[in-house]
């Protein structure tokens, strides 16, 4: 096999582990996904969180030469632990994403690496996806998804230690810009498993509406030119969301929601996603691939003084697939894909049809014959019990949200589409109860161009999310959102 191989070759085996029982722990490893490809189940929605941080994102010691890991740091907590507590909390997949420093590759490669092979032996039921949180050269953090194979870890070393801006030592500040951030996509564009790079809290560092900081809307779709399957989305709700919570669970007022200290997050989403006709509405109006998601950002739980919910606790995101590896990132990649806060709901289901032969749904694309008559129908449904609040949160409305796709900006740093807007509102007077589901119909407007739709919804009375102030409880406004489902008119 390519990886062990890769470790041995590399002298970058761990002390606890020979290259046996490695190989060993490997083989089985591929055993377990081998099954778990092998099944047959039908599609469905399955909840995962892709920004998860283990006790190898360290620390690090700058007295000595180079830097030496102070393993637990930043983040605490083993990768066999967080897969039990993903398990727990409803996931089905998650991906380990360590940040990285000088030589970090190495200690990815030579420690964090094994631990995971042993979390997927531990908790063989959860899709356990290999990866780290990517420091973008020329931006912020971002959540590399590498490809379960047999040569994972090589891969991600090879991408860390050749592109990642702390990597190398002493620092080099040449790594830190965009054209190393467009080469390093390059390189991942030519894998034969392509990576998944999703941007994580792409706002935190602005410090105004629409005035931006180490994300800028140049930079994403300059990604996204560079490997639009590669470079496919941002968080829509970032983590750190328990940042507002003392470790008793009281309301700590000087507490800000996901450390957006310049400029809030709105409802709990980034404002790249929570502007209607924003940034978000720009990039789906030009007709490019570029979804929202949602995720923990866990270090340390906030009943142990940090500012994190546990994976799952408080943000799903939810990928329409199979229950295998393969699946899960063919339905990241296509977009199909929702995202929920305090499990307001735990289905969504967003159809565009002409007649019921014919229909689309979220990530997907609908062609329809110029002046036909076009329907939504939209079903979602209420988990069953309480959250993990012991709350049991009542989605109050649903919005539909239309836009028209015009095709490529020339001004790449546009952050607007005019055309996108609210086209309906829905409250519980206007839905039916479908067994389980709650469900709405409505008729589209005729559109005389390729548009798009999307929804979200709310336990709240905003019309539209409002700046989170200090101290506000993580739990009190929830939103769901959908990605979009385009429409193409023949």
């Not at 829905?426 to 407007?445: H, M, R």
């Not at 929804?455 to 959908?482: A, C, I, Q």
Request: aromatic share 10%.
């Amino acid at each position: 096999m390519k990886v062990v191989k890769g470790l041995i070759t590399r002298q970058l085996l761990v002390p606890q582990l020979t290259s046996k029982q490695l190989l060993a722990t490997l083989l089985l490893s591929v055993c377990i996904h081998n099954s778990i490809q092998a099944q047959t189940d039908n599609f469905s929605w399955h909840a995962g969180d892709h920004h998860i941080h283990s006790r190898y994102s360290v620390g690090w010691d700058r007295t000595v030469e180079p830097p030496a890991p102070i393993k637990g740091g930043d983040a605490i907590y083993p990768t066999p632990m967080n897969a039990l507590m993903a398990k727990y909390f409803g996931l089905s997949w998650m991906v380990t994403t360590d940040h990285g420093g000088p030589n970090h590759s190495k200690l990815n490669f030579d420690t964090a690496y094994p631990e995971l092979l042993k979390s997927r032996l531990v908790v063989p039921d959860l899709l356990q996806f290999y990866g780290m949180e990517f420091d973008t050269p020329g931006a912020d953090h971002s959540s590399l998804i590498i490809p379960f194979s047999d040569d994972e870890a090589i891969r991600l070393f090879e991408i860390e230690s050749n592109f990642a801006k702390r990597e190398p030592w002493p620092a080099d500040t040449s790594w830190d810009s965009e054209p190393k951030m467009l080469l390093a996509l390059q390189a991942m564009a030519e894998l034969t498993l392509p990576p998944l790079l999703i941007a994580n809290h792409p706002s935190r560092s602005a410090t105004d509406l629409g005035v931006y900081g180490l994300d800028t809307p140049t930079e994403l779709r300059r990604w996204n030119n560079t490997a639009p399957n590669i470079a496919v989305g941002m968080a829509g709700a970032p983590g750190h969301q328990a940042a507002t919570l003392n470790p008793d669970g009281s309301l700590n007022p000087d507490g800000i929601r996901g450390g957006y200290r310049m400029y809030p997050t709105h409802g709990g989403f980034d404002q790249f996603t929570a502007k209607v006709g924003g940034f978000w509405d720009s990039m789906i109006g030009e007709g490019r691939d570029w979804w929202v998601t949602a995720n923990s950002d866990s270090h340390i739980h906030y009943t142990e003084g940090g500012s994190d919910f546990w994976p799952g606790e408080y943000s799903k995101t939810y990928v329409w697939s199979q229950n295998n590896y393969d699946s899960i990132i063919t339905g990241l990649r296509s977009g199909n894909v929702f995202v929920t806060t305090g499990d307001l709901i735990d289905e969504l289901y967003v159809t565009v049809s002409a007649d019921k032969l014919t229909n689309a749904s979220i990530g997907d694309t609908f062609e329809a014959p110029l002046g036909s008559e076009l329907h939504v129908t939209i079903r979602f449904k209420d988990p069953s019990g309480a959250n993990f609040n012991g709350d049991k949160p009542e989605v109050t409305r649903v919005d539909l949200i239309l836009g028209e796709i015009t095709g490529p900006v020339t001004d790449l740093s546009t952050d607007t589409n005019s055309s996108t807007q609210v086209i309906a509102r829905f409250n519980e007077s206007q839905w039916s109860q479908k067994g389980t589901y709650k469900e709405i119909n409505f008729p589209l407007p005729a559109l005389v161009s390729d548009s798009y739709i999307r929804v979200r919804g709310t336990n709240s009375n905003e019309l539209e999310p409002g700046p989170d102030p200090k101290g506000e409880s993580p739990w009190t406004e929830l939103w769901f959102y959908s990605n979009p489902v385009r429409i193409k008119i023949k």
